[in-house]
């Protein structure tokens, strides 16, 4: 019988090793549950909301929610004038200069040219003209913004893996009283192949706990001060292929 003796250093990393894979792996599963509910109430994930009939059977879906010390009305222009080279997502700074490099940071203001009034079949883009945008599928102010898309799959992934994806955003707000309000984020996605869902779920899935996240508290921060709209002197996007001159 051979008898291997363990040194006291060996047995001590192996502990501290074993400490961090667990805190790392415990972490991400926290990651992955605040990903997909952080903010948002059992009742708030178990509603049924306009906008899920068009992802019918979703592999992904995510609730995010946010109290506002601001009225729904207050909010509802916050959300008309997202998208890229608009007035951004409202994600915090570091998150647009690591993530959207391209794109222009988020205005801590309204402006009165990119605020709009917002119709079924308008077009969000979310990306430069031609790559990735948003269809306005339905618009009650203030209520209700449901954001539609099948243009979010990383270039040339279409033609070479056959990748697609089928995903909304559904914003909803209710009214609070004492002129407060809650801001309710539901996104419900399916895509193909298997491995590319897999993908979305192992790494978008736990960013959204601060993209996510991060874009609802950026619009609560942004609504509850109150910041009177002003020109930014940006030109907003007009088609998907060109800007206004």
């Known amino acids: 019988m051979i008898l291997v003796r363990v040194s006291p250093r060996a047995d001590e990393l192996h502990r501290i090793w074993s400490a961090v894979a667990s805190a790392v792996t415990a ?5 992955q549950l605040f990903g997909r509910r952080a903010g948002s109430t059992q009742d708030e994930r178990q509603r049924k909301l306009p906008g899920d009939e068009l992802v019918a059977r979703p592999q992904i879906v995510t609730d995010h ?3 506002l010390e601001a009225a729904s009305p207050d909010i509802w222009p916050w959300l008309t004038q997202l998208g890229w080279h608009l007035g951004g997502y409202y994600t915090p700074t570091w998150v ?3 993530l959207f490099p391209d794109n222009w940071p988020s205005l801590d203001h309204l402006d009165p040219v990119l605020v709009r009034d917002l ?3 308008d077009i969000i883009p979310d990306g430069p003209p031609g790559t990735a ?3 306005v599928e339905n618009a009650d102010a203030p209520r209700s913004l ?3 898309s099948t243009t979010h ?3 040339g992934w279409r033609e070479r893996f056959g990748v697609s994806i089928d995903w909304t955003w559904s914003f909803h707000l209710i009214d609070l009283p004492g002129s407060r309000a809650r801001l309710h984020l539901r996104v419900r996605g399916t895509m193909a192949p298997r491995w590319f869902a897999w993908i979305y779920q192992l790494l978008i899935v736990p960013a959204d706990y601060v993209t996510a996240l ?3 508290r950026g619009i609560a921060r942004r609504a509850e001060a109150h910041t009177s709209p002003r020109p930014s002197g940006r030109i907003p996007y007009t088609r998907l292929t060109e800007v206004t001159t």
């Open 27 to 31: 972490g991400y599963v926290l990651l």
């Open 65 to 67: 929610a946010v109290t």
């Open 96 to 98: 647009d200069r690591l």
């Open 119 to 121: 119709h079924t079949g």
């Open 133 to 135: 945008w948003f269809v």
């Open 146 to 148: 449901v954001l539609h």
């Open 153 to 155: 799959v990383p270039a």
């Open 214 to 216: 991060g874009m609802l």
